[in-house]
């Protein structure tokens, strides 16, 4: 039995093309409470593990959105997009037909440890109060300087090579973009490159193997609901 005003951490698969903004508010409605926030977006091509907190569990939001990520995902080399994912059509094209798997590693492995990361133009950063994907969905130009931000890459392994796109698995921190990881190893190899899949696997030491299926625990909290509505006539 969950209670939500005095304050629950609910782990979800957020599903793919839903927005994180479009899971709170779906909590919120099967839930009939108001106060439903989550740790770290998610972008609406993404699945993966989403960490709710409802109630006065909201106050711990910081502590979650600070720890390690874990990440599954594709990177498309050869073609790049305005979103660096497959949000919008292909805007070039570049020839992979060179590449090798020994240059594609080398490339991976300049992109451990410390780096500056520039966010992507589509991106929930604030700049002036104002959030780019909102700007930028307008088709409005960008007028603003995006400044590289330090983040830490602590592992990034490849686990496929299917060139031209190859899949991968990394565990960095908070603020990690990692649309921004596939363009950056794109451009190393001087072809280009967008994600085109990523599931997030961890939060610290949470795991989407762990996690309720959307429609599961919105089915959960509307039952819970009636019977609390029965228990009081």
């Known amino acids: 039995m969950f209670n939500l005003e005095a304050g629950e951490v609910l782990l979800v698969d957020k599903p793919l093309t839903w927005t994180s903004f479009d899971v709170v508010k779906k909590i919120k409605i099967a839930g009939k409470i108001s106060k439903v926030g989550h740790a770290g977006t998610l972008d609406p091509l993404a699945t993966g593990l989403l960490i709710l907190c409802t109630g006065k569990k909201t106050k711990e939001i910081d502590n979650y959105q600070a720890q390690t990520k874990e990440y599954t995902g594709k990177i498309l080399l050869g073609k790049t997009t305005p979103t660096l994912d497959l949000e919008m059509p292909f805007d070039s094209e570049t020839d992979t037909s060179l590449l090798t798997e020994s240059m594609v590693l080398e490339a991976v492995n300049q992109f451990k440890g410390k780096l500056l990361q520039i966010p992507p133009i589509f991106s929930a950063i604030k700049i002036d109060g104002k959030r ?102």
């Open 132 to 233: 780019l994907y909102k700007k930028a969905r307008k088709g409005k130009p960008i007028d603003v300087e995006i400044k590289p931000r330090e983040i830490e890459v602590y592992e990034f392994e490849i686990t496929e090579f299917a060139l031209p796109e190859i899949s991968f698995r990394i565990t960095c921190s908070k603020g990690t973009y990692i649309r921004s990881l596939a363009r950056d190893v794109g451009e190393k190899l001087g072809v280009g490159g967008c994600l085109s899949a990523l599931r997030r696997t961890k939060i610290g030491d949470f795991s989407v193997e762990n996690a309720w299926k959307l429609e599961e625990i919105v089915q959960q909290l509307k039952e819970e609901k009636v019977e609390e509505k029965d228990s009081t006539l």
